[in-house]
């Protein structure tokens, strides 16, 4: 998971013109929870997010609610977190000449 609850993070990720839209992630969505009138029983990794987004439903096409994956998500947080740079790269080192 990118984001955990109460994050705000950017959609990097769009086929409908969210991209770059910031959202505050509220919470994960859970089966069998009712969004803006529609029923969802296969959440997997999914935000409840406080901006209508637009999805595609196998049943009912092209929507819009309150939820975007994690996957379509990047956080942003306030604090020193470790940069992402440092999973492919190591720390740098001081060199003394």
């Given at each position: 998971m990118n984001?955990?609850?109460?994050d705000?993070?950017?959609?990097?990720a769009s086929d409908f013109g969210d991209l770059g839209r910031i959202v505050r992630c509220?919470?994960?969505?859970?089966?069998?929870?009712?969004?803006?009138?529609i029923?969802?029983?296969k959440p997997g990794e999914t935000w409840v997010v406080d901006q209508l987004m637009t999805y595609i439903s196998n049943?009912?096409?092209?929507?819009?609610?309150?939820?975007a994956p994690d996957e379509s998500l990047r956080?942003?947080?306030?604090?020193?977190?470790?940069?992402e740079t440092l999973q492919w790269?190591?720390?740098?080192?001081?060199?003394i000449a």
């Open positions: 984001c955990k609850p109460g705000l993070a950017i959609v990097v509220e919470r994960r969505l859970c089966a069998g929870d009712v969004l803006d009138g029923q969802f029983h049943q009912l096409g092209v929507r819009k609610a309150h939820i956080p942003i947080r306030d604090n020193d977190g470790e940069d790269e190591p720390v740098p080192v001081k060199e």
